[in-house]
């Protein structure tokens, strides 16, 4: 599976952005898809992740409330909508894809994709 991050960019503190993840190589609905982030000098973290129908999802506490991960199959694509945005919250953010849902929460998953920076200023 590739995959190809993008929407990331800088935003002030209390705003939004989008990310967006596509795949493609293989059937994406056989895959869990996730966003995890790294930020400067710190290790990868888990955002959250969503099943492979996206019926159930899994976020971080530091993200529960402000994100949202959904996933559009016909498309191939798995979103990422960040509201209330932090500066804590400034990171590389990568898009993750795995047989299980538990692959990525543990940051194993099978395949990941190109990071996108998101950069917010207070």
């Known amino acids: 599976v590739q995959l190809q991050a993008s929407g990331g960019g800088s935003v002030q503190a209390g705003g939004s952005l989008r990310l967006s993840c596509e795949a493609s190589?293989?059937?994406?609905?056989?895959?869990?898809m996730g966003w995890v982030r790294q930020a400067p000098g710190k290790e990868r973290e888990i955002v959250g992740a969503?099943?492979?129908?996206?019926?159930?999802?899994y976020y971080a506490d530091s993200v529960k409330g402000r994100f949202t991960i959904s996933r559009d199959n016909a498309r191939n694509t798995v979103y990422l909508q960040m509201n209330s945005l932090q500066p804590e919250d400034t990171a590389v953010y990568y898009c993750?894809?795995?047989?299980?849902?538990?692959?990525?929460?543990?940051?194993?998953?099978?395949?990941w994709g190109q990071g996108t920076q998101v950069t917010v200023s207070s």
């Open positions: 993750a894809a795995s047989d299980r849902l538990h692959d990525i929460v543990v940051l194993s998953p099978s395949y």
């Open positions: 190589g293989r059937t994406f609905s056989n895959y869990a």
């Open positions: 969503t099943i492979r129908s996206g019926a159930s999802t």
